[in-house]
């Protein structure tokens, strides 16, 4: 049984941000924290007080985390990027909305004295005799405390005060982890009920001094067990009252906090085999179908979770191409009209979409990448319609004259047709590079609309059928908001958004066969019309040759694609590994192309340069991050491994901003989630001369003085399966959702008895929900258990106030 959070955030968008810059705007981006941990970085929206991102991330992270902080930051190109506001969420307050909170909320000015973080390593004990009893406080050590100093480090001290009295221990110089090893005395006065107070702060030579956080103990508390040892979090200072800083904006969020219980693979068996046996089986007569009753009951706002939780699951099982199958034919016996088929989001259309992403996502970045960065790099001025033509000065220095709208329009038209004849060029070449599944899966879909719809009666209805997923609900987003696609990097400029947001309208207008309606909506279009009907052609062909897949083929594809080594993450980083007594230097980094499998980590002078391997996967300890003191770079992430002969071994490795640092050591992370052997502490500085950086310790090989960080990884279309987690979130919206899929049962039976087509009540002829009621019921009762034993468990008395 294992404890699983998740943290859902969708930065939507800010309001009514002050002004940072000169011109009177802002070029706002946020940065999430969580327990003051930077994980996030949104794209930058220049020159605006009112951005949108709309970006959504999902992390997952041990359950002791305490807050996620969303930081509203200005970027400046010539000196450091001002603050513009915070919003902090507390894990309380997301604990009190299950269904995730959403909403605005008011961003309010950064206090240094609440911007703490780390742990303190404590003794507390009471000594003595009942006549005169001293208050014992031993210091051992702190970690991972606030940066306070230019340096990126801090000089910290402990303040003692007890019952009006203060001691102070010594100053450890440049350390966030700090090692004391001091103990302080008082005399115990029994009658009073003054608490012991424990502080950090930053010692600092010629300004005031700052505050790194505090511990307060009720010592009445502690007379009951005479002493208390353990590392207890920093506090931030609460007891000056907040002044008002006045209007900094707001910033619209929806977070959802998710903690699941995951019990073994044995308890989760009858709900997979059911679901597995409904889907093969299909529909029969006189039963009502398991996932009919899952589609009715299932809202529309928690739909395409558990579409994509569904498709995971049978992706899983070997039985995708037979689940989907299975929703377009349920769909097609409800649809009357060709019109309307798939234009719903429905579990069909959200499974079938929810399945493109997660196994054509490396297919969609191989086709529209070359274009959407040929997009991005030209900033080619695009514009058809007319009534937002921008008429602008053409010709060298002298020579100027005014463009015309006709010409504005004619010129736009050739870019537009370069871009869009690129991109049906590549996809038109695209059949062969298509994961065979996918492919299987069209071929299915393509099928079943023929035979409901022929094309002798209905014109092009099972190309359209195939299109208004691939067009409509893949390419076509993508073009027009790469960034949430994962093809670029920033979020398109208004000129660059024009010109993707015109490429997607064709894209949607071809997925749409080029029906007049289409062409009527917009009739400025109309100079992309012959490169579109061109384009129509080309779709047509391109499908046909797509759903032309034997089972034979398909099997031979999967196969072959099962035998190849995944890529889980590739690109370009700098490595440095530590030789020597020499300083180490960013400028000692050397650029290299690595390459992230399921097996190693290897690199190459280049992408198309021959691989060695570099680290074995079952061979790393700890993949974490590094200080920025101990390269003067924030963005360092080390690799700690075991060489051929059992060494122990460090890689730095040097990303270009904090959402690169996070990917990789995420995808490190999953990758080695199974080994064995990984390291509970580390060092987060480096091991320069004698000592180590961070903590001044003189071991190199001692103990770490930071905990290591297995569980914080972001939720990416690549992430590896993970079944039990999978069926778990099945179960629990079914047990959500149990009472409305009873009674939509019996209104289905009751219609069945009306027409005669009443099924038999024998237990062996039980249908599919009503097993499912069943598997239920012993799921819920099995949670209870594991509930009761968890919370035997962690019954701990709490000293800290």
Avoid at 274 to 295: N, S
Avoid at 568 to 587: A, R, Y
Wanted: net charge neutral; aromatic share 8%.
């Amino acid at each position: 049984m294992a404890k699983r959070s998740s943290l859902f955030i969708r930065i939507v968008e800010g309001k009514n941000l002050p002004a940072k810059d000169i011109t009177g705007s802002s070029d706002p981006y946020c940065i999430v924290k969580i327990d003051n941990e930077a994980i996030i970085r949104t794209a930058t929206v220049w020159k605006t007080l009112s951005p949108f991102w709309g970006e959504e991330y999902e992390v997952h992270l041990p359950p002791s985390f305490h807050n996620v902080s969303f930081y509203v930051m200005d970027e400046d190109a010539l000196s450091r990027d001002d603050v513009i506001g915070k919003v902090c969420l507390p894990l309380d307050v997301l604990a009190k909305h299950p269904k995730g909170y959403s909403g605005w909320l008011n961003l309010t000015e950064i206090d240094p004295d609440e911007e703490v973080q780390g742990e303190i390593h404590l003794l507390i004990e009471i000594l003595g005799s009942n006549v005169a009893r001293k208050l014992r406080c031993r210091v051992f050590e702190a970690r991972d405390l606030a940066r306070k100093d230019r340096n990126g480090a801090s000089d910290p001290f402990v303040r003692v005060r007890y019952h009006g009295k203060t001691q102070e221990s010594s100053v450890v110089k440049k350390s966030c982890y700090p090692r004391w090893n001091e103990t302080f005395e008082f005399d115990l006065d029994e009658s009073a009920t003054e608490k012991l107070c424990v502080e950090v702060w930053d010692w600092d030579l010629v300004s005031r001094n700052d505050f790194l956080g505090k511990v307060v103990f009720n010592i009445q508390g502690l007379q009951t067990i005479q002493q208390e040892e353990g590392w207890f979090r920093l506090r931030p200072d609460k007891s000056k009252p907040r002044v008002d800083e006045g209007n900094l904006g707001s910033l619209q969020l929806q977070v959802r906090l998710r903690d699941e219980t995951v019990l073994p693979s044995s308890y989760y068996q009858p709900l997979v085999q059911l679901l597995c046996q409904e889907v093969k089986m299909g529909p029969k007569d006189g039963k009502i179908p398991l996932i009919t009753l899952i589609d009715e009951t299932t809202t529309a706002e928690c739909r395409q979770e558990v579409a994509i939780n569904l498709v995971k699951l049978f992706l899983g099982q070997g039985l995708a191409k037979e689940f989907l199958d299975l929703l377009f034919k349920l769909e097609l016996d409800k649809t009357c009209e060709p019109n309307t088929l798939f234009r719903s989001n429905s579990l069909a259309s959200k499974s079938m979409e929810s399945f493109l992403k997660v196994a054509g996502m490396q297919y969609l970045h191989s086709i529209l990448g070359p274009t959407i960065n040929r997009v991005f790099e030209e900033k080619k001025y695009v514009e058809l319609d007319p009534s937002k033509v921008e008429i602008k000065d053409v010709g060298c220095s002298g020579l100027h004259r005014i463009q015309t709208e006709s010409e504005v329009i004619q010129q736009s038209a050739q870019h537009l047709q370069s871009y869009l004849g690129e991109l049906l060029a590549a996809i038109a070449k695209s059949v062969k590079m298509c994961p065979a599944n996918i492919r299987a899966t069209f071929r299915q879909l393509f099928t079943r609309v023929g035979e409901r719809f022929p094309e002798n009666k209905h014109k092009n209805v099972k190309f359209i059928a195939v299109t208004s997923f691939l067009s409509l609900r893949f390419f076509s987003p993508a073009v027009m908001s790469p960034k949430l696609f994962h093809l670029r990097e920033k979020h398109a400029d208004a000129r660059t958004s024009r010109t993707l947001l015109l490429l997607a309208k064709a894209i949607q207008t071809i997925g749409n066969m080029d029906t007049a309606a289409s062409r009527t909506k917009e009739a400025w279009m109309a100079p992309l019309q012959p490169t579109i009907q061109q384009g129509v052609a080309h779709m047509k062909e391109f499908i046909i040759k797509l759903v032309d897949i034997e089972e034979k083929e398909e099997l031979d594809l999967q196969k072959a694609l099962t035998l190849q080594t995944l890529i889980v993450k590739e690109g370009p980083l700098f490595i440095h590994k530590t030789k020597g007594k020499g300083p180490l230097m960013s400028s000692s980094f050397k650029k290299l192309y690595f390459s992230l499998t399921s097996e190693a980590l290897s690199f190459a002078k280049t992408p198309s340069s021959k691989k060695s391997s570099f680290i074995t996967l079952s061979n790393i300890r700890a993949a974490e991050k590094v200080e920025e003191k101990s390269f003067g770079n924030s963005h360092v992430m080390q690799i700690i491994y075991m060489d051929e002969t059992g060494q122990s071994e460090t890689a730095y490795l040097q990303c270009k901003c904090v959402n690169e640092l996070n990917q990789w050591l995420s995808a490190l992370r999953k990758v080695c989630v199974n080994n064995s052997e990984m390291l509970c502490s580390y060092h987060p500085g480096v091991f320069r001369g004698d000592k180590w950086s961070c903590c001044h310790q003189k071991d190199k090989s001692g103990l770490g003085c930071d905990k290591t960080r297995h569980g914080v990884t972001l939720q990416e279309w690549n992430d590896p399966l993970d079944p039990d987690l999978e069926s778990q979130l099945i179960f629990r919206h079914l047990l959500g959702v149990r009472e409305a899929m009873r009674e939509k049962y019996q209104e289905l039976m009751l219609e069945k008895r009306e027409n005669g087509l009443s099924q038999s009540e024998a237990p062996e002829n039980m249908d599919g929900p009503t097993r499912l009621f069943h598997v239920l019921q012993d799921l819920e009762e099995a949670h209870h258990k594991a509930s009761i034993a968890n919370k035997d468990k962690n019954c701990l008395v709490e000293l800290q106030t």
